[in-house]
């Protein structure tokens, strides 16, 4: 059990009490980890889970590549059968330090003593149960169980969960008898005769919206694994019969209770919740490939919902490729960025600006223009302005933006702010400054009436006609 995670969200009071007990309860049943348990009952998405985690453990998360099983070492440093009882596994040695991704509750004296036996200083990170077992599988050969294949296929998308993950082993074990062992996912015969390979049991975790809305990983087709993913059958890629896997759906399943204490009713998501997280989720996918036909449409709706944990997850993966090193991959987090209108990033924009990549400079300020509406071109100068100001909406600095004495930025401003609302009042970057000032009291005035009073006062916004239009 994890006492520790359990601890950490009662006091945190964002998952109710209720969920943590049931998700306990679970646990008890099925074994596992109490993170696996959450999300395969719907508490928490895998990123915001995630952040939990490394919160309750105080380690950092490991890189994307590291967890999607593309750089991992062979051969492993440790062996399976010692660090399975240690919830872990080596991913990688550099210079005398091994990397170790650990899952919740972390054994970290027994890994670093097991590190330390070969003559290497352990750095641990924490992944969920399902991201150990996936790399596990990678690693060790091991088999990923069935109830770890919809969650792994939920958190990646299925074509990148299947392209990383269900692979055929090069020489698997002998096949164990069907009386004693249950067949795993790539130790039965080719001749199998029935049962779902790892890629199918992905493919069926989709949600129901993304089978209705083809919402789907880009690329993904619902083709037969036969004539969709060849490679199965040409390496003779064993199906999967093992029956005592927990099947997972969008409906937790029934628990037994604990006849210790009373099992309390468990408020389920709703419909609606369901289908929204799995919207999120797909329109994230959708503005992360550049290449996908309905990307501008995904990112419009993306907009509204940017405080959803996924929308959250997602600002908080491109804000860091954005500080990164790689300029190609910075490059294209600003404009993503940019395109989601990302008031959060503008500190990390305006730090692209000093001694970057000609690439990352000219995508930095441009995000800094479209979010901004301002055109400065030094770098001190968005410092200044972002200091002045930094507190207020963006939308308050789309009115000051309307009233500024550059044609210029009263366009991008009005630009910014008209599809806000059907009706223009009357506004216009190029009337004369009496007619337009006017124009532009009548946004603060709708604003005002939308909640927004303090956030963008009339008054803060007054023009001195006389003295060419400069806000005061």
């Not at 889970?49 to 105080?58: D, F, I, K, N, Y």
């Not at 999967?240 to 399943?253: A, K, Q, R, T, W």
């Not at 309307?402 to 008209?418: H, N, S, V």
Request: proline share 8%; charged share 25%; aromatic share 6%.
């Amino acid at each position: 059990m994890s006492e520790r995670l359990s601890a950490f969200l009662r006091a945190e009071r964002v998952v109710p009490v209720a969920t943590i007990e049931a998700a306990v309860a679970r646990q008890r049943v099925y074994g596992g980890g109490l993170d696996t348990a959450l999300l395969e009952m719907g508490a928490l998405s895998e990123p915001a889970l995630w952040t939990r985690l490394a919160a309750v453990s105080g380690l950092p998360m490991p890189s994307p590549e590291v967890v999607d099983g593309s750089a991992v070492s062979e051969p492993p440093a440790l062996g399976a059968e010692q660090t399975l009882s240690l919830r872990a596994v080596p991913v990688g040695e550099r210079d005398g330090v091994l990397g170790v991704l650990c899952a919740e509750p972390v054994a970290a004296e027994g890994i670093r003593q097991a590190a330390a036996e070969r003559g290497l200083q352990a750095k641990l990170y924490i992944v969920p149960e399902t991201r150990l077992l996936a790399v596990r599988q990678r690693v060790y050969g091991e088999t990923l169980p069935q109830r770890y294949a919809p969650l792994l296929a939920r958190a990646m998308g299925t074509t990148r969960a299947r392209k990383s993950f269900a692979r055929p082993r090069p020489a698997p074990p002998p096949r164990p008898a069907p009386e004693t062992t249950a067949l795993a996912a790539f130790d039965a015969a080719p001749d199998a005769p029935t049962g779902a390979s790892l890629a199918v049991m992905l493919d069926s975790a989709l949600t129901p919206l993304e089978r209705v809305l083809n919402l789907a990983s880009p690329g993904a087709r619902r083709a037969t694994p036969e004539l969709d993913y060849p490679f199965e059958d040409e390496d003779g890629l064993p199906m999967f019969l093992d029956s005592g896997g927990i099947p997972m759906g969008v409906e937790p399943l029934s628990l037994i209770a604990d006849e210790s204490e009373p099992v309390r009713p468990v408020r389920r998501p709703t419909a609606a919740e369901v289908l929204a997280d799995s919207a999120t989720e797909a329109l994230c996918r959708r503005v992360r490939d550049r290449g996908d036909k309905g990307r501008a449409l995904a990112l419009r709706v993306l907009r509204g919902r940017l405080e959803h944990p996924r929308a959250l997850a997602l600002l908080g993966e491109l804000r860091q490729e954005a500080a990164g090193t790689d300029a190609s991959a910075a490059t294209q987090a600003i404009e993503t960025l940019s395109e989601l209108r990302d008031e959060g990033a503008i500190p990390i924009f305006i730090h692209r600006l000093r001694q970057s990549p000609d690439e990352v400079m000219a995508a930095a300020q441009r995000a800094l223009v479209v979010l901004t509406a301002h055109g400065f071109t030094d770098p001190e100068q968005w410092g200044a302005w972002w200091l002045e100001n930094a507190w207020s909406p963006r939308t308050a600095w789309l009115l000051a933006g309307m009233g500024d004495a550059d044609a210029e930025t009263r366009r991008r401003a009005f630009q910014e702010l008209r599809p806000l609302s059907e009706d223009a009042r009357g506004y216009d970057p190029d009337l004369a400054v009496d007619e337009r000032e006017a124009a532009r009291r009548r946004w603060i005035e709708w604003w005002q009436a939308r909640g927004g009073g303090d956030l963008a006062d009339a008054d803060a916004y007054a023009v001195d006609i006389s003295g060419g239009g400069q806000p005061s």
